[in-house]
């Protein structure tokens, strides 16, 4: 079965610099996103991204968020001045067409700010 | 914006007993509802969805109802084992965009 393969698993970064979370999704889907989930919390969406732009974002994707599609497989997430607050599970997710709504999640990149 | 209500928000049962967690959602023009398992550290994963066009969907030992009237839907679990144990959390969306999540529900199924 076809996955959505996120790098690294486990990213740990000091206060203030940047990060970026790699995500390859299904090659043949159209629609990505990215959701965090803080720990013990429920999942929330980030951003939508398609047809090479961003589609909806949500209050939490802010100025230090951006996300870009370099190499029409790798979908990424920056993240420019990292805070406490970010600490998070952050999943990318993917999605076949407009009419079909299933999603495919990631495995997920465990993000720890110290 | 879209607002999903998920409970309760942990539910305990004993294994063969049926499980049933309980969503509504805000705006009547969400029409895609998928319910997720996460297990602990993983990935949330689809185990059913149904589209406002339907009542009811059923999928061996899981089901969902959906109410669009009261906006409410529900999953259903019966004959419950050991390894249904995890996070369920509904989520409602517009044409499977943004999913909005509910607060999940800690199911615990005892042998």
């Known amino acids: 079965e076809p996955e959505v393969t996120q790098t690294p698993s486990h990213q740990v970064t000091q206060m203030g610099q940047e990060v970026i979370l790699r995500c390859v999704p299904i090659?043949?889907?159209?629609?990505f996103y990215w959701y965090r989930q803080i720990l013990g919390q429920k999942v929330e969406f980030l951003v939508s991204?398609?047809?090479?732009?961003?589609?909806?974002k949500s209050e939490i994707f802010d100025d230090q968020f951006s996300v870009e599609r370099p190499d029409g497989s790798n979908f990424t997430l920056k993240i420019r001045s990292t805070k406490l607050e970010d600490s998070a599970m952050y999943f990318c997710?993917?999605?076949?067409?407009?009419?079909?709504?299933?999603?495919?999640f990631g495995s997920g990149t465990r993000l720890t700010v110290v | 914006g879209e607002n999903v209500e998920q409970h309760p928000s942990t539910l305990s049962v004993q294994e063969g007993d049926s499980a049933v967690i309980k969503c509504t959602y805000s705006?009547?023009?969400?029409?895609?509802f998928p319910w997720y398992k996460q297990e602990l550290g993983k990935r949330p994963q689809l185990i059913i969805d149904?589209?406002?066009?339907?009542g009811e969907k059923k999928d061996q030992r899981i089901a969902v109802t959906l109410n669009k009237t009261a906006k409410h839907f529900s999953l259903h679990i019966t004959e419950t084992q050991p390894e249904d144990s995890a996070v369920y959390f509904c989520?409602?969306?517009?044409?499977?965009?943004?999913?909005?999540f509910g607060g999940g529900t800690r199911l615990m199924v005892k042998p």
């Open positions: 997710a993917s999605r076949l067409t407009g009419a079909n709504y299933g999603y495919t």
């Open positions: 090659s043949n889907h159209l629609y």
């Open positions: 991204f398609y047809n090479n732009e961003i589609s909806e």
């Open positions: 705006d009547s023009a969400s029409n895609y």
């Open positions: 149904i589209r406002s066009n339907v």
């Open positions: 989520a409602a969306s517009k044409a499977g965009n943004m999913l909005t």
